[in-house]
């Protein structure tokens, strides 16, 4: 079973969010009132239309009842918090209304205690497998038993472990991260968490960073986890942060935060990352590791995974910040081997190569992008047929790259796996057309599709500005496009001079109606921008779709490469057919 | 570690003082010093982007020490090491609306002219602003830089043409100008070789075939 199950079910609630917060109010009001109930329906049948052919079918609707339940008793502040957010829903029955608050589980389901029994002993086990097993399986149980609710607190399942659980390093931190599963889950459930959860959320990371820190000897940290557990909490931890990020926050939100500016700022979660890059020590150079080998970190998975997956969750920070150079910089730290440790986790090897094709289209690196974009798409080809219903959210991120792929193919077109190139015809070839007669606004709409939403480091209440200004996805896009204008003409310019060997200015500026003069700009902007792409070092003829010229004073001479390629193979054919017939000559 | 005099150093152990310096990349008690090593680099030549990059970094981090003046003169440093897109990785963390105004638009506005190869409008708008002539070199590596897109433009280039893509008006100047360019470079009466006789043979190199 693959190993991302989990996160796909997971992230499948982000996508059908809007629907689930409707249904979710409606939920609550049908058992508590009885209230809005044709609005309820209405939106559960639409659910369940989506959700249908999934394996829990009409599971997603309304928690199963067919169970034995225990009710969970409510503390106060929960119940405040519930009945808040009931008034809010009876003054704004809007189907629009965006709920930022997802109602506490009100039972504890019997198969649920099992599952979360059986994590809880496998997690002490320190089986990977068995941990990963039961990792999924709580998570589906979860899915099932608690659709429009958080999951049931720590304090609501720790007595059912009864003496089972004891004080330790490792039941503690057992502690901390079924606190980061509740998190999640609610992050996945709402669109926008409410501030108080936001900060208990970081809170709760804080705790497990710090946890994970401050231990002098690996020895001492007697825990293990699988890769795609450590990825998901590293992974999750910059979701986290990027979603805070985009955040438009109410006035009583910037008061408080005023007061506590470390929560979700950006210097800490870099901080963060750094830290246990740092700790991990899985990038520090072999003679220190040497020189104290009893604290070597790295040879204690945790951190030697959680620093890997750091390293690339810190790359998609610098990206989101605009800092490409730095990002593609961060990146030489990984060895991008075959069988690199990336690839241990299908959605860690996507979030790596989104990112980097990302960041080699904003540097103008259209081939290299091709390459990166090219070479994932051709291995999650292969892997989907081995597990068929695999994740909604690497499905979406791989749509993602097949639109940032078409970009480069408009933008420098270059040979890649046909089968890919099937695909990408299929997703989106009438856009490839378009885009290669200049039509701007699709450039624009395959950008917002596919690019990352980008940030700013600083919340627009501290840094002054307004937001308009501090827009840093606007001005990424507006850059995007700044670049293509200043291309445009090129494709068309390409295409014209594929079809002679020599063309006079004069003849050229004719057939494209241009002026002779701004056609000589135009031609020395094409051999400026063609270097752009492929940089000092490299070999021009890389690229076999491509054609290249110069200028002779008046006259454009054009080297087709495409051509020439032809013609190379045909009198190369020639040549070994007659090298064939040569030895029978010497025989006579 | 950040009282260190700037002035004081020689220039490898500038560039590898403010190397160590900015490993503290969030550090904004560095701002100063990298602000102080940018108008060395303005007045002598040396570059370092990454210097640069995570000054600008710093002002994005921390709004209120935010120097346009410094913006500009980075961003002067970064079209003076075109080709390379400096400027454009610069420019994705510079807040919109402070690209729309002084005195960073001057440099938006030439970075666009020489980004298309605008180069007659490039000069004149260089000409027109003297914040560009007080930088020292500055117009010479702008006509460096146009020198090189020419070089893989043109295999022959009419001497008039060049000299006002280059901004060289009069003959001496050009001359000499094409002197520094020697070997590569030739006038043959009214028209300048471009390429050397070694780079048309390598063009003319990649259509042979294998032969083996």
């Known amino acids: 079973m693959s190993q991302n199950n989990r996160k796909g079910g997971n992230k499948n609630f982000q996508k059908n969010n809007q629907n689930n917060n409707n249904n979710q109010q409606g939920g609550q009001q049908q058992q508590q009132q009885g209230g809005h109930q044709k609005h309820h329906n209405k939106h559960n049948q639409q ?317 103008r690196k259209y081939n290299e992008a091709t390459k990166a974009l090219n070479t994932i798409l051709v291995s999650v080809a292969s892997k989907s047929k081995s597990s068929s219903f695999q994740s909604d959210h690497n499905e979406k991120k791989i749509d993602k790259m097949y639109a940032l792929l078409t970009i480069c193919q408009a933008l420098y077109p270059n040979k890649i796996d046909e089968n890919v190139n099937n695909n990408l015809k299929e997703k989106f070839g009438d856009k490839l057309l378009r885009l290669q007669k200049g039509d701007l606004s699709v450039y624009e709409e395959l950008y917002t599709f596919a690019a990352p939403r980008c940030i700013g480091p600083v919340p627009p209440y501290i840094s002054g500005y307004n937001v308009t200004a501090l827009d840093s996805h606007r001005l990424q896009l507006s850059l995007f496009l700044e670049e293509v204008k200043q291309q445009s003409l090129l494709t068309t310019i390409r295409s014209y001079i594929t079809l002679y060997s020599t063309i006079s200015i004069q003849k050229l500026a004719t057939l494209l109606q241009m002026d002779p003069e701004d056609l000589r700009v135009k031609l020395t902007c094409y051999k400026h921008k063609l270097f752009n792409v492929l940089g000092k070092g490299e070999n021009k003829w890389n690229n076999q779709l491509d054609i290249d010229f110069y200028i002779d004073q008046d006259m454009i001479h054009i080297d087709n490469r495409l051509y020439a390629k032809e013609t190379d193979s045909f009198i190369n054919s020639i040549l070994k057919f007659e090298g064939s017939l040569t030895p029978s000559y010497n025989w006579m | 570690m950040i009282d260190v005099d700037l002035q004081s150093l020689s220039s490898s152990d500038r560039i590898e003082y403010i190397s160590t310096l900015i490993a503290d990349s969030y550090n904004i008690a560095i701002a100063k010093k990298l602000e102080e090593f940018l108008d060395i680099q303005i007045n002598e030549d040396v570059y370092l982007f990454q210097a640069n990059s995570t000054l600008l970094k710093l002002y994005q981090f921390n709004p209120t020490h935010l120097n346009k003046d410094a913006i500009a003169k980075m961003l002067a440093k970064a079209l003076m090491n075109f080709p390379c897109n400096d400027f454009l990785f610069l420019s994705y963390m510079i807040p919109s609306t402070i690209q729309k105004e002084e005195p960073l638009l001057k440099l938006f506005v030439l970075n666009n002219y020489l980004e298309t190869c605008r180069f007659k409008e490039a000069w004149t708008h260089i000409n027109a602003h003297s914040f560009f002539s007080e930088i020292p070199a500055f117009t010479n590596n702008i006509r460096n830089f146009i020198s090189g897109v020419l070089s893989i433009t043109y295999q022959n280039i009419s001497l008039s043409m060049l000299g006002e893509l280059l901004n060289l008006p009069s003959q001496e100047q050009l001359v000499e100008y094409i002197k520094t360019k020697q070997t590569t470079w030739k006038i043959n009466d009214s028209t300048v070789s471009l390429q050397s006789d070694t780079s048309k043979q390598k063009k003319a190199d990649t259509f042979t075939f294998d032969r083996k």
Not at chain 1, 107 to 114: E, G, K, M, R
Not at chain 1, 147 to 155: K, V
Not at chain 1, 221 to 244: G, K, R, S
Request: aromatic fraction near 18%.
């Open chain 1, 47 to 363: 659910n369940n239309q989506q959700q249908g052919g999934q394996q829990q079918g009409k599971g997603r609707g309304k928690a199963p009842t067919n169970v034995e339940s225990f009710p969970i008793n409510l503390t106060p502040q929960q119940i405040q918090q519930f009945q808040t957010y009931q008034q809010q829903i009876q003054s704004n029955p809007s189907p629009q209304f965006q709920s930022n608050y997802l109602p506490p589980a009100t039972a504890l389901f019997t198969p649920v205690i099992n599952y979360f029994i059986n994590l809880y002993s496998n997690f002490k086990s320190q089986s990977h497998q068995d941990i990963l097993v039961s990792y999924d399986s709580f998570f589906k149980a979860c899915e099932t038993y608690y659709p429009h609710c958080s999951l049931p607190t720590i304090e609501n399942l720790l007595p059912v472990l009864g003496d089972k659980f004891e004080d330790s390093f490792t039941d503690r931190f057992f502690v901390l991260l079924y606190k980061e599963i509740y998190y999640r889950y609610y992050y996945a459930l709402v669109f926008q968490p409410n501030i108080t959860t936001c900060v208990e959320s970081w809170q709760n990371y804080y705790q497990i960073f710090h946890t994970l820190l401050s231990a002098n000897s690996p020895n001492d940290v007697e825990i293990d986890l699988p890769n795609a557990w450590l990825w998901d909490l590293v992974d999750e931890f910059v979701y986290q942060y990027h979603t805070f990020a985009k955040f438009k926050l109410k006035k009583q939100d910037v008061d408080f935060l005023s007061e506590n500016p470390e929560i979700w700022d950006t210097t800490n979660v870099i901080r963060y990352l750094y830290y246990i890059i740092k700790k991990s020590q899985i990038f520090s150079a072999t003679t220190n590791r040497f020189e104290n080998s009893s604290e070597d970190f790295c040879s204690h998975p945790v951190y030697k995974m959680l620093g890997y997956y750091s390293v690339i969750s810190l790359v998609r920070v610098q990206c989101l910040l605009g800092d490409y150079t730095l990002a593609l910089k961060t990146l030489e730290l990984i060895d991008m081997g075959k069988k690199a440790m990336y690839t241990y986790v299908t959605a860690c090897h996507i979030t790596l190569y989104y990112y980097l094709g990302f960041a080699y289209i904003m540097s």
